[in-house]
């Protein structure tokens, strides 16, 4: 309870136009979005480019902000649709081509990283979407749904096609 009050603290102390209460709010918010972010886009560059835009958002609309509804939820889900703008407009991202540590992901993959990157590179925005909201970051198929504003149902379809084309692409990895 402590943690909802100071933070309907700093929201209405942002919307009063206190810099320092909206410096708090980006750095208590920070890591959420830019893990998801970073495992969305693939680049440090492009995780960050989003980040900036979730947290521009975020001042535009924090005068309707509710605390006590989730603001974490609102932020994934901005992180979310952020990404998948960016990633519609340029349509294909390349993982190779910048590196990304395994440092940077919320939680270490097994097997190759490199090979991960480069299936997860395979896979449609909205299955990568899928696949890092459940498998990397443990979200429920449900709650995943809310963020992507899809049924539970399509969430669990996409993450199953994401599944098959990351074992088809680690399998030929692993062969080689």
Same mark, same amino acid.
């Given at each position: 309870?402590?943690?909802?009050?100071?933070?309907?603290?700093?929201?209405?102390?942002?919307? &009063?136009?206190? +810099?320092?209460?909206?410096?708090?709010?980006?750095?208590? /918010?920070?890591?959420?979005?830019?893990?998801?972010?970073?495992?969305?886009?693939?680049t440090h560059h492009d995780a960050q480019d989003a980040t900036q835009d979730v947290f521009l958002r975020f001042f535009r609309n924090i005068h309707v902000m509710d605390a006590d509804l989730g603001v974490a939820a609102w932020f994934r889900?901005?992180?979310?649709?952020?990404?998948?703008?960016? &990633?519609?407009?340029? *349509?294909?991202?390349?993982?190779? $081509?910048?590196?990304?540590?395994?440092?940077?992901?919320?939680?270490?993959?097994?097997?190759? /990283?490199?090979? &991960?990157?480069?299936?997860?590179?395979?896979?449609?925005?909205?299955?990568?979407?899928?696949?890092? &909201?459940?498998?990397? /970051?443990?979200?429920?198929?449900? $709650?995943?749904? +809310?963020?992507?504003?899809?049924?539970?149902?399509?969430?669990?379809?996409?993450?199953?096609?994401?599944?098959? *084309?990351?074992?088809?692409?680690?399998? +030929? +990895?692993?062969?080689?």
């Open positions: 309870m402590k943690g909802e009050t100071e933070l309907t603290q700093l929201i209405q102390m942002a919307r &009063l136009g206190q +810099e320092n209460a909206f410096s708090l709010l980006v750095k208590r /918010f920070e890591g959420l979005v830019m893990k998801v972010a970073l495992t969305m886009m693939g889900k901005t992180t979310v649709r952020v990404c998948l703008n960016l &990633l519609e407009r340029r *349509k294909r991202i390349n993982f190779a $081509e910048q590196p990304v540590s395994p440092d940077q992901f919320p939680t270490r993959p097994q097997g190759s /990283f490199q090979a &991960l990157k480069q299936g997860l590179a395979q896979l449609t925005a909205r299955e990568r979407a899928a696949f890092v &909201l459940v498998y990397l /970051f443990g979200y429920s198929t449900t $709650e995943t749904g +809310e963020t992507l504003s899809i049924a539970a149902g399509t969430v669990k379809s996409l993450c199953f096609r994401a599944r098959g *084309k990351l074992r088809e692409h680690l399998e +030929e +990895e692993g062969s080689q």
